[in-house]
C-alpha cells in the first residue's frame, strides 16, 4: 500500500496543491468497502506523517463503524477518523 499512496501522491500532489493555492487543494477516492476506506485513511495518515507534511490532511466517510481483525478492541467510526470532523450533507 505505501508504493500505491506515494503514487497517488507524486502523481496527483502537484494538481491538487499548486504553490499559488496550496490551502485549496482537494482530491478524493472511491474504495470497495468500509473496510479498504478505514485502510486507506490510516495508510495515508502514516504516509502524510512519514513525509513531514503539515499542509495536507485526509479525511475518510463511510456510516456506521467497523473492526479490523489487527485493531480487535477499537471500532472506527468516521467522526472518530476525522478527528470529530463530520460530514454536513
Not at 456506521?64 to 470532523?85: P, R, S, W, Y
Request: proline fraction near 3%; avoid cysteine.
Amino acid at each position: 500500500m505505501s508504493q500505491l499512496l506515494n503514487d497517488i501522491d507524486e502523481a496527483h500532489r502537484p494538481r491538487a496543491y499548486p504553490p499559488q493555492n496550496r490551502r485549496k487543494g482537494q482530491g478524493y477516492g472511491v474504495t470497495g468497502s468500509r473496510e479498504h476506506a478505514v485502510r486507506y485513511k490510516l495508510g495515508f495518515d502514516k504516509y502524510i506523517k512519514d513525509k513531514g507534511y503539515s499542509d495536507v490532511k485526509s479525511l475518510v466517510a463511510f456510516s456506521g463503524e467497523i473492526t479490523l481483525k489487527e485493531f480487535a478492541d477499537k471500532k472506527f467510526t468516521e467522526v472518530g477518523m476525522n478527528q470529530g470532523v463530520k460530514e454536513l450533507a
